[in-house]
Structure formats: structure tokens, C-alpha cells
């Protein structure tokens, strides 16, 4: 019989934990793959067609997004109340800090809404870690990471062939530069491999990898908390509490990092599409 999926929600693992301390001759409850699966809360996982938390979870956080900024921008005024003060200062640092010193204002600015766009649902997915009853980043989840990444790579490759033709785009992503010799057939293909295969995939990767590494750290320290808070062993839970307070603060600074470093990986890769080939 297959085994219940257990939530990644921490107060649920130590709820199904409850009595397990130190003291009591009981295995620590590590967390581990189990604390990334839900049960559907819709479906059949079986079946795999089910609703599930992490579902929930980046349909609400596109709903909040885009519910933030219809509600800054449908009455905008020339001078911003707080709510447009707000939006306008997010807007602004996505299109002038990364969107302008990447790609360039002329050529960038249509892309500046796909950009703003990812930034925030990005953001958001990896803000639900630290946001209580919800504590999970949408992002652990590799599959999320991956459909982003596969909206900038097809973005990526057809900027790349409608601006420079089929035989110009190939040049383009296998850096082909016949001053390079008898070495030019090596070099391109590493290029090749490079673009087409290898940048998509660490571009999904790692966002994934921060969030999975983070969440991990902070289950584990606060089911520490709990599994220390035991006669003496209260003195040490302390400790662990405090490094779960830490971990929060720097989970606040990564989730910030990690969408911005996966849109400046973005505006990087149509920055290339767009370069003229020498």
C-alpha cells in the first residue's frame, strides 16, 4: 500500500511528531523527500491528475501579483498614492536596473513587462516559505522553476532565429568565428552545447536548488527546536530557535536574489538573441 504523502508544512511534521524529544529515546525526524510531497487536495495523485497544495499555492500567488498591480495602476495619478508609489518603484527598478543595463532602452523595452512580470511571480512564489499556514516555496519544486525557464528559453531561441535567419541564429549560438581555425569546429560545439542544452537547464536549476536548500535549512532547524525543548535540552533549542529566526532573515535577502538573478539570466540570454553576429 502506498504510503501517505507527509506536508511540508512544519508545524504539521512536528505535530505528527508531537511527543518525540531528545530525552525520550526517540530518532530525530529528520526532514527529507517526504517533506516536499502533499496529499491532493483535489484528484488522484495516482492518476496524476489532482490538485495539490503547491497548486493552490501559484494560483494564489499569480491572483496576488496581478491583483497588486490592477489595484496600483486602474485609477494612476500624477502624483502616486502609496499602493502606485509602490508598484512604480518595483516597475522601475525591474526595467532600469536590469531590463535597460542588460538588453539596452531601445531594444528592451518591449520586453520589460515579460521581465516585471517574472520577477514578481517568481518573488512571490519564494516569499510562501516564510508565510505562515502556507511555509513552502512554490519554487522547491523543480517543475515550476522548469516551466519558467522553458517560457524564457522558447522566448530566447525565437528572438534569436527571427532576428538573424536560420543559418545567422545558428552562428549566433555556436559562436562561430572563422578566425578561429582548425579550433572552430571544438568551439562550436561546446557552444552549441552550451546554449541549447546546458543554460536552460541550470537556469531552472538553480533557482530550484537555492529554494530546496533554504526550505530544507529551516525545517530542519525548527523541527530541531521542537525535538530539543526537553528538561535540559531546552538550553539548546534555544539555539536552534535562534538560527531559525537567522535562517528566516537570510531566506528573506535569497528569495529576493533568486528572482532577480533568474531575470538578469533572462535579459542576458535576449541581450545574446539580439547581438549582431561578427
Same mark, same amino acid.
Given at each position: ?96 536596473? +536590469? ?12 520586453? =520589460? ?53 536560420? =543559418? ?70 534555544? =539555539?536552534?530557535?535562534?538560527?531559525? +529566526? ?14 532577480? =538573478? ?17
Amino acid at each position: 500500500m502506498k504510503e501517505p504523502a507527509v506536508s511540508a508544512d512544519p508545524t504539521q511534521v512536528l505535530a505528527f511528531e508531537t511527543d518525540c524529544h531528545i530525552f525520550d529515546g526517540c530518532g530525530f525526524p529528520a526532514p527529507g523527500l517526504h517533506s516536499f510531497l502533499f496529499e491532493p487536495l483535489w484528484g488522484d495523485a495516482d492518476s496524476n491528475v489532482y490538485f495539490n497544495k503547491t497548486m493552490l499555492m501559484a494560483l494564489l500567488g499569480s491572483v496576488i501579483v496581478i491583483g497588486f498591480f490592477w489595484a496600483a495602476f486602474r485609477r494612476p495619478k500624477v502624483v502616486p498614492g502609496k499602493l502606485q508609489m509602490v508598484a512604480e518603484a518595483g516597475y522601475d527598478f525591474i526595467r532600469r536596473g +536590469i531590463v535597460y543595463e542588460t538588453i539596452g532602452r531601445k531594444e528592451g523595452e518591449k520586453y =520589460v513587462p515579460l521581465m516585471v512580470s517574472l520577477f514578481f511571480f517568481v518573488w512571490m512564489m519564494n516569499l510562501w516559505s516564510i508565510i505562515p499556514v502556507a511555509q513552502f516555496p512554490v519554487t522547491s519544486i523543480i517543475s515550476y522553476p522548469a516551466a519558467l525557464a522553458a517560457i524564457v528559453y522558447v522566448t530566447w531561441m525565437t528572438i534569436t532565429f527571427k532576428r538573424h535567419g536560420f =543559418v545567422g541564429g545558428f552562428k549566433n549560438l555556436t559562436g562561430y568565428d572563422k578566425s578561429l581555425g582548425a579550433v572552430l569546429p571544438l568551439v562550436m560545439a561546446i557552444e552549441f552545447f552550451s546554449n541549447v542544452l546546458v543554460r536552460p537547464f541550470t537556469h531552472a536549476v538553480r533557482l530550484f536548488a537555492n529554494m530546496f536548500a533554504g526550505h530544507t535549512l529551516l525545517l530542519l532547524f525548527t523541527i530541531a527546536s521542537w525535538y530539543l525543548l526537553n528538561g535540559i535540552g531546552i538550553a539548546y533549542a534555544s =539555539v536552534s530557535f535562534v538560527m531559525v +529566526i537567522l535562517m528566516t532573515a537570510f531566506e528573506l535577502f535569497i528569495q529576493a536574489l533568486q528572482a532577480y =538573478v533568474f531575470v538578469l539570466l533572462a535579459c542576458t540570454f535576449i541581450q545574446g538573441a539580439l547581438a549582431e553576429h561578427h
